[in-house]
C-alpha cells in the first residue's frame, strides 16, 4: 500500500503548505471574508510581501467548510492526508472544536480563526488561536463599572453555546469579583423579545450585559429600546462587524461597547499595513480581520522556526510568542495557548448621513483581561 | 324519516307468503337473542343495528339472521343503506347501537382486520385492489393471510411456494390466467371485478359480502361472473350480495332482503319479494 | 399583569405573521394538495423587492411603506405564479413530486438570495410611529404589532370572501379534488390554480415586508424560519382550513410566547408537542374538514 | 419485488455475482491508485478521497434506511434525521459515559455500538407508535415535529450530554485505536462499505419477506390490507424501527469517520437533503437510493470547489452569483430531475434496458393519488 | 322505436352520400388514444349524426371509455376529431366542452366535498341553466341539496352526475355508462330521462345494459380490442342474436326481442 504522507527531501525546499479552512459561503461568510483578507494582508505583511519565509515558498490552499462541520473535517483530512502540517481558520466554534480534534488526533498545528469559544484554550498540544475569547470581552466589560463588588449585573443572552459561555464568563470574572450575576437567557429560535426587556427591568440591575449575535439583533435592541431599559440601567455589549453598526438603532449611543477590534482602535504600524493592504485590495478593516492578519503573523513564526514539516518545533516556536500587531502586542501564552491581547471599549455616534460610527472610548490592557489560565 | 314506508305493507309480505322454505326473518322482530332459532344456528347475526350519522338515520334498526350455506341478496333503491349495512357488518363503519355476531362471537366493535380474520370477507362497490401490485401478489396476498404469518419478517414469498401456486389457481379459476403478471391498476373493469372474486377465494372466508358485483360488467360477462361467484358460494360459504341487476340476484339467491330508507322492508324467496307491491313500486319501477 | 398582556398582545402580533404565510401555504394545501416548501421563498423575496423599492423612495415615510407593502405582494404574487405555471403544472395529479419540486426551489432560491444581497441581515427602517408603543393596561406594546394585526385579518377577510362568494371559489375547490371533471365541465381549471397561488404568493409578499419590519431586517432566511411555524399552524388549523389556520396562529404564537417566557425557551418545544398532540387526538387539525367517513 | 420466474433465477445468480464483485473492487480501491480528476480530490489511496468516499457511502447506507420508508412502505416521513442522529450522538454519549472497567476497551466499544443500534431501534418504535397513528401529510408533519423537538434538545444541550451547538467530539478512549487518525481513513472506509453492505443486505430482506410485500401493500390501498385481515399498523411501525435502527447504524459509523458530530444532522432539513437524495437517485430502487446518495455527495462536493474557483468568479454578475452558489445548483437540478427524470438517476440507466413502463414509479404514482383524493 | 331520419347504411362511407340530410355533429377520423404509454384506442373511425342517440358498444375493456376521454382530451390522442363542423382534437377539453359538449363519465366523478347544489352549480354554463328540468327528474336531490356529494349514496352520485350535464343546452351528450349502478326502477326513470334528451340533442351513448339500449339506441358503434368493428342501424345488430353474440359475447339462450323485463335470466 502507497504510505499517506509524502517523504521530503531537505534539498529541495519545497513550498511548506498550509490549509486555511473557512466559511466563503453559508451563514457565516461574511466573518469568513473578513478573516480571510485578515490573512491576506497580515501574510503581505510578515513576508514582506514576498509569500515567502527564509525562501520557502508558503503555498496557500483555501477551503469552504460552508458553515458546516462535516464538511470542514472532510477537508481537513484530505488536507492531511496530502501531507499538510499546519491548518488555520473558521468562524465557528463548532468547527474550530472538531478540527481541534483532527489536529490532536494527526499531530499537526492549528489555529483557530476568530472562532470565540473559551473551550478551544488548553484543548490540546497542537491547537492554538489567533482571535479573542469570550473570557476577554467579559473581562473588557468588566472594567467599564468599576469596583463590580456588590453590583447585581444580569446577562441578557441568547441560550446557546455563544450566550451560556458568556453568562459562564460574566458569573466567573465579575462573580468572582463580588458582583451578583444573574442570567436572562432567550431561547435561539425567540422572536419576540419584548417580554424579555419586561424582565431586565424587574430584574432592577445596576448593568446589563447583553451577549448577542446574529440575524434578531436588531429586534432585540429595539425591543430594550420601546421598554425603556437605556433609561434606567446602564447596557454595555460587544461590538460587532461594520455591517451590525445600524442594527444597534436609537439607542446605539446610550451603550458602552466593549470591542475585539475595529480600524480606529489603533494606529500602529501594522494596523496602518493592513488597513492599506484591505483598501487596495477593495475590502475594508472590520471586527474580524486581525484575527486573519494574526494567524498569518503565527504561521509566518513557525514557520521560520520549525521549517513547516516539524510539528514539535513550530508548536514551540509559538509558545511564548509575543509580538506586534494589529491591536499592538500579542503574546500566546505557554501554558494553554490563550491569546493575550489589548481589548477596546468604544461608542457609536451618528453621523450627518444618519450613518454610525464607532470611536475609542479606552484601551484596555491585556493584562487587565487575561483569561485564567486553562487546564490542559 | 318524513316518508317512511308503511307498516303495513311488511305485514303483507308477511301474509303473502307465510311459511318460506329457508329461514324466514322479518326485520320487526327481535329474531335471535330472544327467540333462538333451533337447528341451524346462524352464520351471520345482525341484531338492532342503528347508524346514525350527524342527524340522518342511516340504518334503522336493521335485524337479520344468515344461516350457514345461504346465499343473500340484498336489493333497495340507490340510497337504502345496503353499502352502509355492509360496512357495519364489515367494520369499515362502526354502528351507533345494536350488535354484531359471527359465529355467535359478538363482533360489533372489532376492527376491520379483526373480523377479517374471523371469517369475513368483502368486495367494494367500485374495486378496490392493490393498484401497481401484479394480480398474483394482489392474490398472494391475500392467501397469505390465510395461512398465518403474512407479515413475517422470516418468510420470503417465492414462485414456487404454496402461496404464490394457490394465487395463481385462483386467477386461472376466474378466467384471470392471462393476466397473472399484469399490474392490477390496468385491467379492465370486468376483470378487476374477477381479481377481487380471486383474492376472496383464496382468503377462503365463511361469509362473504359483495356489493354489486355485476355493475358496469359487460352483459357477455354476466354469465361467467355469475359462474364464479355460484364456484365461490359452493363448500358451505355464506355469500351477502347487494346488486340491482334482478336477473343475477334471481338466478343466484336463495333469499331476498330489501332495504328501503335505512329500514330492511322485507326478507323473503325471490318470488315472494318479486311479487311485492311496494317492492315493484319502489325498487323496480313500472319495469323499464 | 402588564407582562400578561404583553405576551398575549405581542402574541397575537406574531400570530398574526404566522397567519400571513400560513393563509397562503393552507390556501395552496387545501385546494391543490400541495405541500409548498417554496412558501417562504415567495416572502423573502417579496420583503427584499419591497425594502428595495421603499429604500429607494423615501426610508422611514409612510408612503414608501404603503408603496412597498404593494410591491411586495405584487412581487409574491408574480413569483407564485410563476412557480405554478412553470413548475407544479407540469407535475399536476403527482403530489409528491410538486412538493419535491418546491422543496429543490425552496433550497435553490434561499442559495441565490445570499448570492444577490448577501448573508448578512440588511436592516430596516419603518416609519417612526411603528416603532414606537402604546400603552395597554400598563403594557408597553409596539405599534407595528397593531398594524400586523389589523393586515391579518383584512387577508383573512378577504379571502375567506373570495373563496365564498366568487364562483372561483368553487370552481378551486372542485378542481382540488378531480381536476379533470373540472375541466370537462368546460372550465379552464389551470387558471384557477395559478389564481390560488397568486394569491397565496400575494399573502406572503405581504408577510414578507410586514415581516421586515415586525424583526427589523430582511436576510435570505426569513422566510424558512417562519415557514417551519406556518407548517405546523396550518397543520394543527386543520389543512385547507383558513380559520383553522387563523385560530392556530393565534394559540401558537401565544403558546410560544408563555412558554419561552415561563418555561424557560420552551417555546419551540412546546409547539411541535402540541403539533403531536394536536394531531394523535385530531388527526384533521381544530378544523379539518369532517370529509367522507371511510 | 416481483415475482421471480425460472429465468430469473439465473439472473439472481449474475445480480449476485455482479454486486459481490462490485463490493470486492470498492473494497480493494484503498489499494489502488485511481484517480478520477474532477470527482475526487486525488487518488483513491489517498485519505481525502477515501474520506470522501466513505462519507458518500454512509449518506447511502442512510438514504437506504429511507429507502424503506419511504420508497417500499410509501411513508413520507420528514423525521428521518432524528434516527440518524440518535445513532452518531448515542454512541458519542455512550463512550463518553459508559466504560466499565470489567470491560475491554475492545469489548466496551462493540457494546456501546449495539446499545446505540438497539436504542435507535426503541426511539423509532416510540416515535412510530405515536406518528403512525396519523397517514399521508398528517404523518410527515408530526414527525417533522418529532424531528424538531429531537433537534431542539439537542442544540439546548440538556446536562452538557449533547454539546449543544458547538457539537459533540468522539471520546477515542475505547475506540480502537485503528479507527483513530487521518491514517486510518481506510479502515474507517472498509467500516463504511461494511455498513453499507449490512444496511443493504437487511433492506433486501426486509422487501423481500412477506412483511416487505405487505407493507408496499398498504403503501397502495390501506383499507384492502385491512379487508384481507392485516392490520396495517404493526408492519408499519415495523418496518419504521427497522429503518430506525439502520439509521442508527450509519449515524454511529459516521460519528467516527467524522470523529465527532453537530447538530446539524439532527435537523429536519437533513431529512430534507435525504428526500432529495432518494429522489435524485430514483425512488421505490435500492440501488437509486445508494446512487443518489454517491451523487449527491460528490456534486455538493465539486459544486463548492467549482462555486469557489477563478473561473466563476471572472464571470459577469447575472452568471456569477447564481453559479457561485452550490446550493442553487443543487436545488436546480434536483428541480430538473422531478421534472424531466420521473425515475430519477437510476431511472435514466433504465431507458436503456428494456422494461414495461410501469415501474415502481408509477405505482407510487397510483399510491399518491390514492392518498390524497 | 322508429327514428325518421336514419342514415341506411352500416358502413361508415356512405355517410357522405348524404351529406345535407345527416350532416354529423362528431365525426370521428384515424382516432388514437393513449394511457401510461400503452395503445387503448386504435384507429377509431366513425360518426354520430346530429340527432338521436349513437351507441358505442363493445366488451369490457375494448376501449369505449377511452374512446370518449380521447374525444374530449382526456387522454393523450392523435387523429381527426370534427365537432360541428370544426376540428378539435388540439383544443384542450375545457375549449371543446365550451363549444356544447356535455359529459356524463364512467364513474360518476362527483365532487365528493362540494355539496349537491354547489356540484350543480359549477356545471353551469349557461346563462339560464335548465334547472326546472333537473329537479323534475330528480327530486331525490332536491330533498339532499346541502349534502356533501361523497355522502350519496353510488345511484345518488350517479343523478349528480347526470343532472350536470342536462343542465346546460348543449349540441352533443357524451355518455358513459349512465345505469351502472342504479336500481331497476332508477334505470327506467334514467333511460327516459335521457330519452327525452335525445328528443333535442344528438347523444352518443356507452351503455352495457342491452335494454337500455334497445330503447335509446338509433345507431351502433361496436368497438372490439380498441378498433370499430361494426357500424350500423341498432335494429341491424340487436335484432340478430348472432352478431350480439360475436360483438357483445351474449348467449342468447331466450329470444333476445322479447327481453323487455329485467326477469330474463341468462343461461
Ligand atoms: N356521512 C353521511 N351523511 C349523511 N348521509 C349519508 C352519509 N353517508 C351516507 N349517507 C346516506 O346514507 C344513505 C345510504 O347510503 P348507501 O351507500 O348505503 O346506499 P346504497 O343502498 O348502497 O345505495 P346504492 O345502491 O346507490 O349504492 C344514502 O342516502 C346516503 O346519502
Ligand atoms: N389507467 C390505466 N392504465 C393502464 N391501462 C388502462 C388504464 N385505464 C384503462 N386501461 C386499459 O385500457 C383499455 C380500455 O379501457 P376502457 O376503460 O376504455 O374500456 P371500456 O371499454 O370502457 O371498458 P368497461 O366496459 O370495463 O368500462 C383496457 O384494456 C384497460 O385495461
Ligand atoms: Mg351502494
Ligand atoms: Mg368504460
Redesign the interface.
Known amino acids: 500500500a502507497p504510505g499517506a504522507a509524502a517523504d521530503v527531501d531537505a534539498a529541495a525546499q519545497p513550498a511548506v503548505q498550509v490549509g486555511m479552512i473557512t466559511s466563503a459561503t453559508g451563514p457565516l461568510a461574511a466573518y469568513g471574508a473578513a478573516y480571510t483578507a485578515g490573512f491576506e494582508a497580515g501574510l503581505d505583511y510578515a513576508t514582506d510581501g514576498t509569500g515567502a519565509v527564509d525562501g520557502r515558498e508558503l503555498e496557500i490552499t483555501w477551503k469552504d467548510d460552508q458553515g458546516n462541520p462535516d464538511t470542514a473535517v472532510s477537508q481537513a483530512k484530505d488536507l492531511i492526508g496530502q501531507g499538510y502540517k499546519i491548518l488555520a481558520g473558521t468562524v465557528a466554534s463548532g468547527i474550530a472544536l472538531s478540527l481541534a480534534e483532527q489536529a490532536a488526533q494527526n499531530d499537526i498545528l492549528y489555529i483557530s480563526g476568530p472562532a470565540a469559544a473559551d473551550a478551544i484554550t488548553g484543548i490540546n498540544q497542537n491547537t492554538f488561536r489567533s482571535g479573542r475569547q469570550t473570557y476577554e470581552d467579559v473581562a473588557t466589560a468588566g472594567t467599564f463599572i468599576g469596583d463590580p463588588s456588590g453590583k447585581k449585573i444580569v446577562v441578557f443572552a441568547q441560550d446557546n453555546a455563544f450566550g451560556q459561555g458568556n453568562l459562564a464568563g460574566v458569573q466567573a470574572v465579575l462573580g468572582a469579583k463580588g458582583a451578583t450575576v444573574d442570567g436572562v437567557l432567550v431561547a435561539e429560535d425567540a422572536t419576540e423579545f419584548t417580554p424579555f426587556a419586561q424582565q431586565l427591568l424587574d430584574a432592577d440591575p445596576d448593568l446589563i450585559f447583553v451577549a448577542w449575535a446574529g440575524a434578531s439583533t436588531g429586534a432585540m435592541w429595539t425591543a430594550l429600546q420601546q421598554q425603556g431599559v437605556f433609561d434606567d440601567v446602564p447596557v454595555v455589549t460587544g461590538l460587532g462587524d461594520v455591517s451590525t453598526y445600524g442594527a444597534y438603532g436609537e439607542a446605539s449611543d446610550k451603550i458602552s461597547f466593549l470591542s475585539h477590534y475595529f480600524a480606529a482602535a489603533t494606529d500602529n504600524d501594522e494596523s496602518a499595513a493592513m488597513i492599506s493592504y484591505l483598501e487596495a485590495n477593495d475590502s475594508e478593516a472590520d471586527l474580524f480581520s486581525p484575527d486573519g492578519f494574526v494567524a498569518a503573523q503565527m504561521i509566518v513564526q513557525a514557520v521560520r522556526e520549525g521549517g513547516g514539516d516539524d510539528v514539535g518545533t513550530m508548536i514551540e516556536s509559538l509558545e511564548g510568542y509575543t509580538f506586534d500587531s494589529v491591536k499592538g502586542s500579542i503574546t500566546i501564552r505557554a501554558e494553554d495557548h490563550a491569546v493575550l491581547q489589548p481589548m477596546f471599549q468604544a461608542a457609536l455616534s451618528q453621523g450627518a448621513d444618519g450613518t454610525w460610527t464607532p470611536s475609542l472610548v479606552e484601551t484596555v490592557d491585556a493584562k487587565t483581561v487575561a483569561p485564567v489560565i486553562a487546564a490542559k | 324519516m318524513s316518508d317512511q314506508p308503511p307498516l303495513h305493507s311488511v305485514q303483507q309480505l308477511l301474509s303473502a307468503q307465510p311459511v318460506p322454505s329457508a329461514q324466514p326473518v322479518l326485520s320487526a322482530q327481535p329474531v335471535l337473542s330472544a327467540q333462538p332459532v333451533p337447528g341451524a344456528q346462524p352464520v351471520l347475526s345482525i341484531e338492532h343495528v342503528t347508524l346514525q350519522i350527524g342527524g340522518a338515520r342511516i340504518l334503522n334498526d336493521v335485524s337479520l339472521a344468515i344461516p350457514k350455506g345461504e346465499m343473500l341478496g340484498v336489493i333497495g333503491p340507490n340510497g337504502a343503506g345496503k353499502t352502509t349495512l355492509f360496512n357495519v357488518i364489515s367494520g369499515v363503519l362502526f354502528a351507533t347501537a345494536g350488535v354484531v355476531r359471527l359465529n355467535g362471537r359478538t363482533i360489533t366493535r372489532e376492527p376491520i382486520h379483526a373480523r377479517a380474520r374471523a371469517g369475513l370477507g368483502r368486495t367494494f362497490q367500485t374495486s378496490s385492489l392493490f393498484a401497481g401490485l401484479t394480480a398474483t401478489e394482489n392474490v398472494r396476498l391475500a392467501a397469505q393471510t390465510k395461512a398465518g404469518g403474512a407479515t413475517a419478517l422470516g418468510k420470503f414469498p417465492r414462485a414456487r411456494d404454496a402461496a404464490t401456486r394457490l394465487a395463481e389457481q385462483r386467477l386461472a379459476e376466474v378466467g384471470l390466467g392471462a393476466h397473472r403478471r399484469s399490474i392490477a391498476g390496468g385491467l379492465s373493469h370486468g376483470d378487476k371485478r374477477k381479481l377481487e372474486i380471486a383474492m376472496l377465494m383464496a382468503m377462503d372466508p365463511e361469509v362473504i359480502l359483495l356489493d354489486e358485483p355485476m355493475a358496469g360488467v359487460g352483459s357477455g360477462d354476466v354469465p361467467g361472473l355469475m359462474e364464479v361467484i355460484r364456484q365461490l358460494h359452493h363448500g358451505g360459504r355464506t355469500v351477502l350480495m347487494v346488486e340491482h341487476h334482478m336477473e343475477v340476484v334471481l338466478g343466484l339467491v336463495d333469499r331476498v332482503a330489501v332495504m328501503h330508507h335505512g329500514e330492511l322492508l322485507a326478507c323473503d324467496t325471490p318470488d315472494a319479494v318479486m311479487g311485492n307491491p311496494t317492492v315493484q313500486s319502489a325498487y323496480l319501477g313500472g319495469a323499464a | 399583569m402588564s407582562t400578561l398582556v404583553l405576551l398575549l398582545v405581542t402574541g397575537l402580533g406574531l400570530g398574526a405573521l404566522y397567519f400571513l404565510v400560513a393563509s397562503g401555504l393552507s390556501l395552496i394545501y387545501g385546494l391543490m394538495g400541495v405541500l409548498n416548501f417554496a412558501h417562504g421563498s415567495f416572502l423573502t423575496v417579496g420583503a427584499f423587492i419591497g425594502w428595495e423599492v421603499s429604500r429607494r423612495l423615501s426610508d422611514g415615510s409612510w408612503w414608501a411603506l404603503v408603496a412597498a407593502m404593494l410591491v411586495g405582494a405584487l412581487v409574491g404574487a408574480l413569483a407564485a405564479a410563476a412557480t405554478e405555471f412553470f413548475l407544479i403544472r407540469r407535475l399536476y395529479n403527482r403530489h409528491i413530486e410538486q412538493v419535491l419540486v418546491t422543496v429543490g426551489l425552496a433550497l435553490a432560491t434561499v442559495a441565490l438570495f445570499e448570492g444577490i444581497w448577501g448573508t448578512d441581515p440588511t436592516y430596516v427602517t419603518s416609519p417612526a410611529w411603528l416603532a414606537q408603543t402604546t400603552e395597554i393596561l400598563g403594557a408597553r406594546i409596539p405599534n407595528n404589532r397593531f398594524l400586523l394585526i389589523a393586515l391579518a385579518v383584512l387577508v383573512l377577510v378577504t379571502i375567506v370572501g373570495f373563496l365564498r362568494f366568487t364562483r372561483y371559489g368553487l370552481i378551486i375547490r372542485a378542481g382540488v379534488e378531480n381536476r379533470t371533471m373540472v375541466t370537462a365541465l368546460g372550465i379552464d381549471v389551470r387558471r384557477a390554480f395559478t389564481v390560488v397561488f397568486a394569491i397565496g404568493g400575494a399573502a406572503a409578499g405581504l408577510g414578507g415586508v410586514l415581516a421586515s419590519i415586525y424583526y427589523g431586517y430582511v436576510s435570505a432566511h426569513i422566510g424558512s424560519s417562519l415557514l417551519i411555524f406556518a407548517f405546523i399552524v396550518t397543520v394543527i388549523g386543520g389543512l385547507g382550513s383558513l380559520g383553522g389556520a387563523a385560530i392556530a396562529s393565534v394559540l401558537v404564537a401565544v403558546l410560544q410566547q408563555f412558554a419561552n417566557f415561563y418555561l424557560g425557551g420552551t417555546g419551540d418545544l412546546a409547539v411541535v408537542l402540541a403539533l403531536a398532540a394536536v394531531l394523535l387526538v385530531r388527526p384533521r387539525g381544530l378544523l379539518g374538514a369532517k370529509g367522507s367517513t371511510a | 419485488m416481483r415475482g421471480q420466474g425460472l429465468s430469473g433465477q439465473r439472473r439472481l445468480i449474475i445480480k449476485i455475482a455482479a454486486g459481490g464483485a462490485l463490493v470486492a473492487l470498492l473494497a480493494l480501491l484503498p489499494l489502488l491508485n485511481i484517480s478520477i480528476p474532477g470527482v475526487f480530490p486525488g487518488p483513491t489511496y489517498t485519505p481525502g478521497t477515501l474520506q470522501l468516499l466513505a462519507y458518500a457511502m454512509l449518506i447511502a447506507a442512510l438514504a437506504l434506511s429511507y429507502h424503506l420508508l419511504f420508497g417500499l412502505a410509501g411513508m413520507l416521513s420528514f423525521g428521518h434525521a432524528l434516527f440518524f442522529a440518535a445513532g452518531a450522538y448515542g454512541l458519542g454519549i455512550v463512550l463518553r459515559r459508559f466504560s466499565p472497567d470489567w470491560l475491554s476497551p475492545g469489548a466496551t466499544f462493540l457494546v456501546a455500538v449495539v446499545i446505540t443500534v438497539v436504542l435507535g431501534f426503541v426511539l423509532a418504535a416510540v416515535v412510530g407508535s405515536l406518528s403512525l397513528r396519523v397517514t399521508g401529510i398528517s404523518f410527515a408533519m408530526v414527525t417533522l415535529a418529532f424531528a424538531q423537538a429531537g433537534s431542539v434538545v439537542v442544540r439546548r444541550n440538556p446536562e452538557g450530554l449533547t454539546g449543544g451547538e458547538e457539537g459533540l467530539s468522539l471520546d477515542v478512549t475505547n475506540v480502537p485505536s485503528f479507527f483513530v487518525g487521518v491514517l486510518n481513513t481506510r479502515n474507517l472506509y472498509w467500516l463504511a462499505l461494511g455498513v453499507l453492505v449490512v444496511v443493504y443486505l437487511v433492506v433486501l430482506w426486509v422487501e423481500r419477506s412477506r412483511a416487505g410485500h405487505v407493507v408496499a401493500a398498504t403503501r397502495e390501498n390501506d383499507l384492502r390490507v385491512r379487508v384481507i385481515g392485516i392490520r396495517p399498523y404493526g408492519v408499519r411501525l415495523l418496518v419504521f424501527s427497522i429503518a430506525g435502527a439502520l439509521a442508527a447504524l450509519a449515524g454511529a459509523a459516521f460519528l467516527l469517520l467524522q470523529s465527532g458530530v453537530s447538530p446539524r444532522v439532527a435537523t429536519p432539513d437533513f431529512t430534507l437533503t435525504l428526500l432529495v437524495i432518494v429522489v435524485l437517485g430514483g425512488v421505490g430502487l435500492r440501488w437509486g437510493a445508494v446512487l443518489g446518495a454517491v451523487v449527491y455527495t460528490l456534486l455538493d462536493q465539486r459544486l463548492t470547489a467549482l462555486a469557489g474557483s477563478d473561473l466563476i468568479a471572472g464571470l459577469p454578475d447575472v452568471l456569477r452569483i447564481p453559479l457561485s452558489q452550490p446550493l442553487f445548483l443543487l436545488g436546480t437540478l434536483f428541480i430538473l430531475v422531478v421534472l424531466f427524470l420521473p425515475g430519477g438517476l437510476a431511472g435514466l440507466a433504465k431507458l436503456g434496458e428494456h422494461r414495461t413502463p410501469r415501474g415502481p414509479r408509477r405505482a407510487r404514482t397510483i399510491a399518491a393519488e390514492g392518498t390524497t383524493r | 322505436m322508429t327514428d325518421p331520419i336514419r342514415t341506411e347504411s352500416p358502413r361508415t362511407e356512405s355517410i357522405r352520400t348524404e351529406p345535407a340530410r345527416t350532416e354529423p355533429i362528431l365525426r370521428v377520423r384515424n382516432l388514437y388514444g393513449r394511457i401510461?404509454?400503452?395503445q387503448v384506442v386504435e384507429d377509431v373511425s366513425f360518426d354520430v349524426p346530429g340527432t338521436g342517440v349513437t351507441a358505442l358498444l363493445?366488451?369490457?375493456?375494448v376501449g369505449k371509455t377511452s374512446t370518449i376521454r380521447s374525444i374530449?382530451g382526456?387522454i393523450e390522442r392523435t387523429g381527426e376529431v370534427t365537432f360541428a363542423g370544426s376540428r378539435v382534437d388540439r383544443l384542450?377539453?375545457?375549449r371543446i366542452?365550451?363549444r356544447g359538449?356535455g359529459?356524463v363519465?364512467?364513474?360518476r366523478?362527483v365532487?365528493?366535498?362540494?355539496t349537491v347544489t354547489?356540484?350543480l352549480?359549477?356545471?353551469e354554463?349557461d346563462a339560464h341553466p335548465n334547472r326546472a328540468l333537473v329537479e323534475a327528474l330528480f327530486p331525490?336531490l332536491v330533498q339532499r341539496r346541502a349534502q356533501?356529494a361523497?355522502?350519496?349514496?353510488?345511484?345518488?352520485q350517479?343523478?349528480v352526475s347526470l343532472a350536470?350535464a342536462l343542465l346546460n343546452t348543449n349540441r352533443l351528450l357524451l355518455v358513459d355508462?349512465p345505469t351502472?349502478?342504479?336500481?331497476?326502477?332508477?334505470?327506467?326513470?334514467v333511460?327516459?330521462a335521457l330519452l327525452a334528451a335525445a328528443a333535442t340533442v344528438p347523444i352518443l351513448l356507452v351503455e352495457?345494459?342491452?335494454?337500455?339500449i334497445r330503447?335509446l339506441a338509433d345507431r351502433v358503434v361496436v368497438l372490439s380490442g380498441g378498433r370499430v368493428v361494426f357500424t350500423g342501424d341498432a335494429a341491424d345488430l340487436l335484432d340478430d342474436p348472432e352478431l350480439i353474440q360475436r360483438y357483445?359475447?351474449?348467449?342468447s339462450g331466450a329470444d333476445p326481442a322479447d327481453t323487455?323485463?329485467?326477469?330474463?335470466?341468462?343461461?
Open positions: 401510461a404509454g400503452q363493445g366488451r369490457n375493456g374530449l382526456l384542450p377539453t375545457h366542452v365550451q359538449v359529459y363519465p364512467e364513474d366523478e365532487f365528493a366535498k362540494l354547489e356540484n352549480r359549477l356545471a354554463r331525490d356533501l361523497g355522502t350519496l349514496s353510488g345511484g345518488q350517479q343523478m350536470r355508462e351502472k349502478g342504479l336500481s331497476p326502477k332508477i334505470v327506467g326513470e333511460t327516459e352495457q345494459n342491452l335494454q337500455v330503447r357483445l359475447g351474449v348467449h323487455t323485463t329485467d326477469a330474463a335470466v341468462p343461461a
